[in-house]
């Protein structure tokens, strides 16, 4: 059981959940000015956990054929046959089961707005199929993770929750752009869509530091609209300079170092303005 229960983690790249958990947390900071909830706390963590849950397993389910065809991707567990379609689709229901029960415990609207986050959260996967703005869709679902935040703590939602929500989409967006460079060949064979294998490599590395130039911008918006202090544009100082550090370490003729800018430089982001916005938060 132990086993298999680690097997499904890999599956869906539980360490993963680094990238999103951290920004709803901040959202909930944000949004708090102060006050401290144990039981949003509890029902943020519960919430990401499905949801993050939830949607990797339906990712791995919709591109299990493409992910059999692909040499990057065919070792993942599915082409393997080490998990089962209907185990999959069980680990998704059971995510969106933990999903509804947070949505439903914090206020009434996160329960408004549970059918627009699985939505959100099931068609992402889809996009690639039709569109090159497809890691747009990656942003905008996994972004709205911090406004969820904001919403659970305060019932309502406000400007700097939207902007946000931005920061962090433009930033998710960013960084998908950069991964998909991998796979570029493989995409353009396969009519698989996305902003490298549309515009090329150098075209989409341009793009992807555009993109994290105005999430950087948008962070410190953020900070403003929600009357943050020093310790939370420390943090936004942090996120700039960890942005400088990973397009530094892609280019267009080296893209040897993708999976290191892709994980290690965006967990130090989520995790730095977290805590950098919780010392804020009990500076203050």
């Known amino acids: 059981m132990v086993a298999r229960i680690r097997l499904y983690l890999d599956l869906i790249r539980f360490e993963h959940t680094l990238f999103a958990l951290p920004f709803a947390y901040v959202g909930v900071l944000l949004a708090a000015a102060g006050r401290f909830d144990a ?15 939830a ?4 990712n791995r389910l919709i591109d299990w054929r493409i992910d059999a065809q692909n040499p990057r991707t065919a070792n993942r567990h599915l082409p393997r046959g ?3 379609p209907w185990e999959t689709l069980a680990l998704a229901l059971v995510g969106f089961a933990l999903l509804a029960w947070s949505a439903y415990n914090l206020n009434p609207l996160t329960a408004r707005l549970l059918p627009v986050a699985v939505l959100f959260l099931t068609g992402y996967s889809y ?27 305060t019932g309502h939602f406000d400007p ?3 902007a946000l929500w931005a920061a962090v989409a433009l930033w998710i967006a960013g960084f998908d752009i950069l991964y998909a460079t991998q796979d570029v060949e493989f995409d353009r064979t396969h009519g698989v869509h ?3 294998a549309r515009f090329g490599v150098p075209a989409a590395l341009v793009w992807a530091r555009a993109l994290h130039a105005a999430a950087w911008l948008l962070f410190g918006l953020t900070g403003l609209l929600a009357g943050a202090g020093t310790w939370y544009f420390a943090g936004v100082v942090l996120v700039g300079a960890v942005l400088v550090y990973e397009h530094r370490l892609v280019r267009p003729d080296d893209l040897s170092r993708v999976n290191q800018a892709f994980f290690e430089a965006n967990v130090v982001i989520s995790l730095g303005m977290f805590a950098f ?7 203050r």
């Open 39 to 53: 039981g949003v706390w509890l029902w943020v963590t519960a919430a990401m956990v499905g949801a993050r849950t």
């Open 55 to 58: 949607a990797m397993a339906l």
């Open 82 to 84: 080490l998990v089962r």
């Open 127 to 153: 996009t690639k199929r039709f569109t090159w703005t497809c890691h747009f869709w990656l942003g905008v679902t996994i972004g709205a993770a911090a406004a969820g935040g904001w919403i659970a703590q």
């Open 160 to 162: 700097a929750a939207y």
């Open 194 to 196: 996305a902003l490298p």
């Open 277 to 283: 916005t919780l010392i804020d938060a009990l500076t």
